[in-house]
């Protein structure tokens, strides 16, 4: 598995600029648009991964809470 590369640029989620922040895809807006690039910081991109995890099966520390 590799590290995600980061740069410094603006969080899309954030809105801070000028922090690390590593691109995680793009947005087009319309045919033959020149694709938007997102990026995000390590914070933002950390809450991304567990939002995505817990669209998954329903975890046990999630039923004990
Ligand atoms: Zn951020």
Known sequence: MTEPRYEVGACFRCDRDGIQVTPIGEITTGQGETPTPI???????????????????????????
Not at 42 to 63: F, I, K, N, W
Request: glycine share 4%; with cysteine; charged share 25%.
């Open 39 to 65: 990026e995000a910081c390590r914070s933002c991109l950390e809450r991304l991964v567990v939002m995505h995890d817990q669209s998954g099966p329903v975890r046990r520390y999630t039923a004990a809470l």
